[in-house]
């Protein structure tokens, strides 16, 4: 049975990042499932024949059963599920069309469910997953409401399923970073640059990520930032929390 890792979101900031680290763990095989073939295949080239392209659009229904039926005809022993693929746009919520919030929900948060199912009966004690939420988790954000939103659906959802999973020993980490310089981020807005504060390296929420996971941690912050941020959403009340942020959004919106 080889030992393989499921990783969504491959061709992306993060998720590239992922891939580069969990090649040097002990797997045969790293599935990496996204949409855009052409960056699938520049990231076969630069990873090599490790890598295994799933072309898969998580949002689609057909897609996500022929991944299914895929881990169901090789059996492969499930090392890593990384649950990476995430969208989110900032915008007020009334403004997004029907087909854009379902599309939202459908890869934020269904996608990941039907993967953890799908995935867990291939799993063995000592297998990890690794969904991954966000710092907007921590309390309501207004403007991205719908992705906060989503993102504290992982982290709930990814917390409760370590407590279920301890018994068949694995563990299931949320992975909750700030702002990561990727392609996610808007850099500049009516042709001014976008401040991010905190802003990290995915490279770096990449490893603290996977070593969280393997000490058996639920949840992974990656920076001393992000850590505060956690903390004060523990102890303000979220209507301040949010009033910050509206300050310092105000320009964007
Ligand atoms: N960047 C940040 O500041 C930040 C902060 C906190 C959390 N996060 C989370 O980190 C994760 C990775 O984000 P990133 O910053 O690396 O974003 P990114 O560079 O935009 O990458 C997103 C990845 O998701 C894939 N994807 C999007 N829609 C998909 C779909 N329908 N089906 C399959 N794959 C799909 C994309 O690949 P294709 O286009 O090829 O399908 C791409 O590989 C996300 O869950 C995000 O919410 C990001």
């Not at 992306?12 to 699938?40: C, M, P, S, T, Y």
């Not at 919520?93 to 087909?99: L, Q």
């Not at 310089?181 to 802003?199: A, C, H, I, R, S």
């Amino acid at each position: 049975m080889p030992r393989i890792a499921i990783i969504t979101g491959a061709t992306g900031g993060l998720g590239q990042e992922f891939v580069r680290e969990v090649l040097r763990e002990n797997v045969d095989e790293i599935w990496a499932v996204a949409r855009n073939e052409k960056r699938l295949g520049e990231m076969k080239t630069k990873f090599g024949d490790k890598l295994r392209i799933v072309r898969c659009d998580l949002s689609i229904s057909d897609d996500l059963s022929a991944l299914f039926h895929l881990m169901e005809t090789e059996k492969p022993d499930i090392r890593l599920l990384i649950n990476n693929a995430g969208i989110g746009e900032m915008g007020a919520s009334t403004g997004f069309t029907d087909d854009e919030i379902v599309n939202e929900i459908n890869i934020n948060c269904k996608a990941i469910c039907l993967l953890c199912n799908h995935a867990v009966p291939f799993m063995l004690a000592g297998s990890h997953i690794l969904n991954i939420s966000s710092a907007s988790s921590f309390q309501p954000v207004p403007y991205i409401n719908l992705y906060a939103a989503s993102k504290a659906f992982v982290c709930s959802y990814t917390r409760a399923l370590n407590v279920e999973l301890k018994s068949k020993g694995i563990i299931c980490t949320a992975v909750c970073p700030g702002w990561i310089d990727t392609e996610m981020l808007q850099k500049e807005y009516n042709g001014k640059p976008v401040k991010f504060p905190g802003l990290v390296s995915p490279n770096r929420v990449a490893v603290q990520a996977l070593r969280d996971s393997a000490k058996g941690k639920d949840m992974s912050i990656c920076s001393l930032f992000v850590k505060y941020e956690h903390f004060l959403s523990k102890i303000l009340p979220h209507k301040w929390l949010m009033q910050i942020w509206l300050n310092g959004i105000k320009d964007y919106v």
